[in-house]
């Protein structure tokens, strides 16, 4: 069975990708926590069981896979349904959350992941309306080439476990989106594993990290 190790929940945006695919995907896994440090580092404590101190970090029996992006490929390889079947699709949605992992800078800047904040943003910069315009036309691309629900199709896929955090930071800073991304969002933050991600992320100590 896999071992996940994950930060705090209302926090780690990186660590909600893999746990919240293995969760909708049922695949069976152990899950380990090890809260950030307040105010400081915590690179020692992570480097424990994480080769370069941060999470999230799998362990499939002596396998040791770190970045979000590598462990859901290595999830794939046991579950390729974590992933499209179709070729297109799972091009469209790799490339996708490709550029999750590497690209919005000023949306994952400007609007750190803090699951339980309310707080409306007054002022959004240029760079962060930037930031959402490209993401309105890729999920309505994805939307529209694969016939939806979920951003590849029909099936909730690695693709929607990247932008699962989008949806807590639209929610948490009330962004202003076009209909297309309010309904995935709202779509997603419904997912039973969604709820209890909030609800333990809600039970968390606020921290400053």
């Known amino acids: 069975m896999y071992s996940l190790w994950i930060a705090n929940k209302n926090y780690s945006s990186w660590s ?13 896994f152990k899950e380990h926590q090890a809260l950030f440090n307040s105010g400081g580092s915590s690179y020692e404590k992570f480097t424990v069981f994480s080769p370069t101190g941060q999470v999230p970090c799998l362990i499939d029996d002596q396998q040791i896979i ?8 290595y ?13 297109q699709a799972r091009a469209w949605a790799r490339s996708a959350a490709a550029e999750m992992h590497s690209g919005f800078l000023a949306l994952r800047q400007n609007c750190p992941m803090e699951c339980t904040t309310r707080l409306a943003m007054l002022e959004i910069s240029n760079e962060l309306k930037q930031n959402i315009m490209r ?4 999920w309505q691309e994805g939307l529209d080439k694969f016939g939806g629900p979920w951003l590849a199709g ?5 693709v929607d476990a990247f932008f699962a955090p989008i949806a807590f930071r639209i929610q948490s800073y009330q962004l202003p989106v076009n209909d297309v991304v309010q309904q995935w969002v709202e779509q997603t933050l419904t997912l039973s594993a969604m709820q209890e991600w909030y609800q333990a992320a809600s039970n ?3 921290i400053d990290h």
């Open 154 to 158: 029909e099936q909730f896929t690695a």
């Open 204 to 206: 968390e100590e606020l």
């Open 75 to 87: 999830i794939a390889e046991d579950h390729p349904h974590a992933w499209p079947q179709d070729r």
């Open 66 to 73: 770190w970045d979000s992006l590598a462990i859901c490929e």
């Open 135 to 138: 993401l309105e036309t890729l």
């Open 16 to 28: 909600l990708r893999p746990w919240i695919l293995l969760k909708v995907l049922n695949i069976p």
